[in-house]
């Protein structure tokens, strides 16, 4: 069981649209609708901001969706703001009850 | 409002056994509405997922983690709890406890504030 992939940084300008790739294999990411995206900001407990590849929680922004293309999932934020500068971290479930997480990507608002 | 709080030592030593708690308030941890999980973030560095617990005592395990890792339920504590045994450096970590709703029990949506493990002698 390994750790999805995740580019280590992304960087954009406010709003604009940024897009984080999370890759997994046929045997995660690839065979299940279940995968989570959270931000984390310094110091901070991550946040949970999609779920089920595209669902958001109650109360959070339609600037951020999730999609999923075979081993490989993505959070889009659009209209980029100051505030979205965080760490992203995709999950997925990996079969037999376990969950995976990506290493991570920083966000960076220029 | 489903709140959560993690407590145990800070400092553990190699070899000796790391438990942490977990304590639920706003909500019962009785409840079929929840399953609650344990998840640690090696300093600076990404997050990984340890393991979950639904009320009834079913227990998942991160399959790295397994050999030396229980958690279990106290009911009447309203609490959950991690032990880990054979610590070594690599289980130094903030160690977060998290709930997920029964129905999409992958999706954690509350988390506690985190605490600090360091292995050290």
């Known amino acids: 069981q390994s750790a999805l992939t995740q580019p280590a940084s992304v960087s954009g300008s406010p709003g604009q649209s940024i897009t984080i790739s999370c890759t997994g294999t046929?045997?995660?990411?690839?065979?299940?609708?279940?995968v989570s995206w959270y931000q984390q900001h310094p110091g901070k407990a991550p946040k949970l901001m999609i779920y089920?590849?595209?669902k958001r929680p109650s109360g959070l922004s339609n600037r951020f969706s999730g999609s999923k293309s075979g081993n490989t999932a993505s959070l889009t934020i659009s209209g980029l703001q100051a505030e979205d500068e965080a760490d992203y971290y995709c999950?997925?479930?990996?079969?037999?009850?376990?969950?995976?997480f990506g290493g991570g990507t920083k966000l960076t608002v220029l | 409002q489903l709140q959560l709080q993690e407590s145990g030592p800070g400092l553990v030593k190699p070899s000796e056994t790391l438990s942490l708690t977990c304590t639920v308030s706003?909500?019962?941890?009785?409840?079929?509405?929840?399953?609650w999980g344990w998840i640690r973030q090696p300093p600076g560095q990404g997050l990984e997922w340890i393991g979950n617990?639904?009320?009834?005592?079913?227990?998942y395990y991160s399959p790295s983690l397994k050999s030396r890792l229980t958690i279990s339920v106290d009911t009447s504590k309203n609490h959950f709890s991690l032990r880990l045994t054979s610590v070594t450096a690599a289980d130094t970590a903030v160690y977060y406890c998290?709930?997920?709703?029964?129905?999409?029990?992958?999706?954690?949506?509350?988390w506690g504030q985190g605490t600090m493990v360091t292995v050290s002698s």
């Open positions: 998290a709930s997920s709703a029964s129905w999409a029990p992958d999706a954690f949506d509350i």
């Open positions: 089920e590849v595209s």
């Open positions: 706003g909500g019962s941890i009785s409840s079929s509405n929840y399953y």
């Open positions: 617990i639904y009320y009834s005592g079913t227990t």
């Open positions: 046929s045997s995660d990411v690839g065979s299940y609708n279940l």
């Open positions: 999950c997925s479930y990996a079969g037999s009850y376990t969950l995976v």
